[in-house]
């Protein structure tokens, strides 16, 4: 099996590490990521400027790549630059639960919807809090199960999972609502940052991802790239 591993916390992040130490033991694993953070760029690409890309070293048998450029570009540069094709992408272990509406924003995410639009054959994001990187590594081989048991990829090639470290029961889920939104926050002479606020609100339904993963369990959410209201679209069509 060949294996893509991306991340949006950059090519130095723990869980970057941990994931690729794991795939390692399921095939052949390429690593192209960020260079630095790029946290909250979605599926931004650069088609502006020239970026540097280079070969690095993580482990003896992996070969890796950062990129000074986005998620997205680095699953690019995977596919496209690389000539390559992947059985399966991985993008992860994001620090920071992906869930809810702010999905949207995030470079984790954003990195397998790419790996759609290169026509890529199956991808997966994952999650935890930042704190529990460890503890959620451990449960992958419980994941992997759950995914291969149930022919999860044979039915649906995207998929956001989070991994809280207790761990509890593995649940298919949806999209639920936002879990943070933000405040500015002046920091200098014209200067502001936006720093995160919790607007969470508990529906008390684990079939919404952030219920699930609040209450301790996995989460395991099918993606879709849709953008058309199909609706609406039928709706108005008749």
């Known amino acids: ?69 986005t998620p997205a570009d680095c699953v690019r540069f995977g596919i496209v630059g690389l000539k390559e094709e992947y059985d399966l992408i991985f993008s992860g272990m994001n620090a920071g639960f992906n869930m ?12 397998i919807y790419e790996a759609y639009h ?37 039915r649906h090639m995207l998929y956001n999972v989070n991994i809280p470290a207790e761990g509890k029961e593995i649940i298919i889920t949806r999209q639920g609502c936002a879990y943070y939104s933000d405040d500015f926050e002046k920091c200098g002479e014209n200067l502001y940052r936006q720093v995160g606020v919790m607007v969470y609100h508990d529906r008390n339904d684990i079939s919404y991802d952030t219920d699930a993963v609040t209450r301790g369990h996995i989460s395991i959410t099918p993606m879709s790239t849709e953008r058309t209201d199909l609706d609406v679209f039928h709706a108005l069509r008749e």
């Not at 991340?7 to 941990?18: K, M, P, Q, T, V």
């Not at 795939?23 to 970026?51: D, W």
């Not at 704190?131 to 451990?138: E, H, I, S």
């Open 1 to 69: 099996m060949k294996i893509l591993i991306t991340n949006d916390d950059g090519i130095s992040a723990r869980g970057l590490y941990l994931l690729t130490d794991w795939a390692r033991g399921l095939g052949e694993v390429t690593v192209v990521a960020p260079k630095v953070e790029q946290s909250g760029k979605s599926h931004g690409i650069n088609i502006i400027s020239p970026f540097e890309i280079t070969e690095e070293k993580l482990f003896p048998d992996v070969r890796a790549y950062a990129v000074a450029s």
């Open 118 to 154: 290169q026509n890529a054959k199956a991808a997966i994001a994952f999650s935890t809090a930042p704190d529990t990187l460890d503890g959620a590594a451990k449960h992958f081989d419980r994941v992997l199960r759950y995914f291969e048991d149930r022919r999860l990829l044979d």
């Open 100 to 111: 809810g509406k702010d999905i949207v924003y995030s470079g984790t995410v954003g990195a």
